[in-house]
């Protein structure tokens, strides 16, 4: 069974950061875009940021812009989230995300593998 499997989470202080990891089980999620998402409490998911297969195009919610950085590692089948500045409103669950070829990066409709969900906590 395919899976996107997260790691590195957990509670820091406002100011602080935290990467977080997604490791897939197969090499078939080095040839599409992939995405991170978050979902704060009493809301609905939302975009964080995107990544063509290739590395080249980037793509980040204005929120996150200048703090956050999406990247990949093909060779290990791996997406990370470098999250800096990091603020109190930042706190989510956050998911990352296989996308289908249609549709916009933003959309989490058009996204069809998803993590499990890690939890990040910003204290102010």
């Known amino acids: 069974q395919v899976q996107l499997v997260e790691s590195g989470g957990g509670l820091v202080q406002a100011g602080g950061s935290l990467r977080l990891s997604c490791t897939a089980s197969t090499r078939t999620f080095s040839y599409v875009l992939m995405g991170w998402f978050r979902q704060a409490p009493g809301k609905e998911r939302s975009f964080v940021a995107a990544i063509s297969w290739s590395g080249n195009n980037r793509y980040y919610a204005d929120s996150v812009k200048g703090r956050f950085t999406i990247s990949r590692d093909n060779a290990k089948n791996t997406l990370y989230l470098q999250m800096n500045s990091l603020k109190p409103k930042d706190t989510a669950v956050y998911y990352c995300?296989?996308?289908?070829?249609?549709?916009?990066?933003?959309?989490?409709?058009?996204?069809?593998?998803w993590g499990q969900g890690n939890q990040v906590t910003v204290s102010s």
């Open positions: 995300a296989a996308k289908s070829k249609t549709g916009s990066y933003y959309d989490a409709t058009r996204y069809y593998y």
